[in-house]
């Protein structure tokens, strides 16, 4: 317990510099933006004086390595800025938009998982036949097809011509009231308040966008878990077991299963990563207010304040995704504890 503990503090060490490079890397980057957000703040009616003002009060007329100190010491007291395009605290801001991309994320993966790695299984185990064919169509049409075009044709079939789905537009139909925020997740806050209706709604809303992302990540993750799984079932270990008269089941699941889930954990950790920076085309086309699309309306306006406070979140999701990936190694296969390491 003792060396795991120190593992796990030598990993949030070794991420301070990652974190150190991401500030300095995003702070340049954004200021090499085109356009001025002093124009941008001031508005289409603003004189040059007015402008030069806003410029004065944002920082913009200090030097870089002013601006960056002056940055720095914000954050270490935990101020990201305030954005330009809305007018309000860039924590803030994230603070009420992080929860819908989570949200909309692991519904995406939960479901995916749910079918990628019983179909990588099962097309593993039967490699040629229907299954093994239908997995890699699956996987085939899921890289091939962009989310956006997915959500689309999503929307067409189950919205204007069956009509079954909710209108795409944002996390909850107008007929509802926002449930009381404790998590910022409306399926948790919903069902902790009691209100079933309110559950049912927020649940219908996040179908069509989930099962587009869904469409999207099953692809990786049904192609690594066969991979990893045709890899299993050859290894000496499985061949060993079933000399040894183990059952089909304690073979498949209890050996080549368990080694096979280390590199689908580690497939599951980076899509999950990507998608939730990557899944902006999925919240424009249904109105989901996540950070992907607020970074891109930043990055459109040069909001510096909000584009660097976003990425500055998403290494540290990154960085607690990979310290959280690490751990369950050492859970699935003891060999990847901390002596190994």
């Known amino acids: ?83 330009v395009s809305t007018g309000r605290p860039v924590a803030t801001e994230l603070a009420s938009r992080l929860p819908a991309s989570l949200e909309l994320t692991l519904s995406a993966l939960i479901l995916s998982c ?37 959500g689309i044709v999503l929307i067409y079939v189950f919205y204007y011509l069956l009509g079954i789905a909710p209108s795409p537009l944002g996390r909850l139909d107008f007929i509802y009231l926002d449930p009381p925020r404790i998590t910022g997740f409306f399926l948790i806050d919903a069902a902790i308040a009691g209100d079933l209706e309110t559950w049912f709604g927020a649940l219908k809303q996040l179908v069509l966008p989930a099962t587009t992302l869904a469409l999207f990540t099953l692809a990786p993750i049904a192609r690594m878990t066969r991979a990893a ?73 040069s909001d510096y304040a909000a584009v660097q406070g976003f990425v500055l979140a998403m290494a540290l999701l990154f960085v607690i995704l990979n310290l959280l990936i690490d751990l369950s190694y050492s859970l699935i296969d003891p060999r990847f504890g901390t002596s190994s390491k």
């Open 1 to 83: 317990m003792a060396r795991r503990s120190s593992a796990t503090l030598n990993r949030i060490l070794q991420a301070i510099p990652v974190l150190i490079g991401v500030v300095v890397i995003s702070f340049i980057l954004t200021r090499a933006l085109p356009g001025d957000p002093a124009v941008q703040f001031a508005g289409a009616a603003a004189t040059p004086e007015s402008i030069e003002e806003v410029r004065r009060s944002l920082g913009l007329d200090k030097p870089l390595p002013e601006q960056f100190l002056i940055y720095v010491g914000d954050l270490l007291q935990g101020d990201l800025g305030q954005s």
């Open 229 to 301: 799984m045709l890899s299993a079932l050859a290894a000496d270990y499985v061949r060993t077991a079933r000399a040894a008269g183990l059952g089909p089941g304690m073979v498949l699941y209890g050996y080549a299963f368990r080694n096979a889930l280390l590199p689908v954990v580690t497939t599951l950790g980076m899509v999950f990563s990507f998608v939730l920076g990557a899944n902006v085309l999925v919240e424009k086309v249904f109105a989901w207010p996540g950070i992907g699309s607020y970074a891109v309306e930043a990055l459109v306006v």
């Open 114 to 150: 749910l079918i990628a790695v019983p179909l990588g299984v099962l097309a593993a185990t039967r490699p040629g036949t229907w299954i093994d064919q239908l997995c890699r169509i699956l996987v085939t049409a899921g890289v091939s097809l962009p989310t956006f075009f997915t």
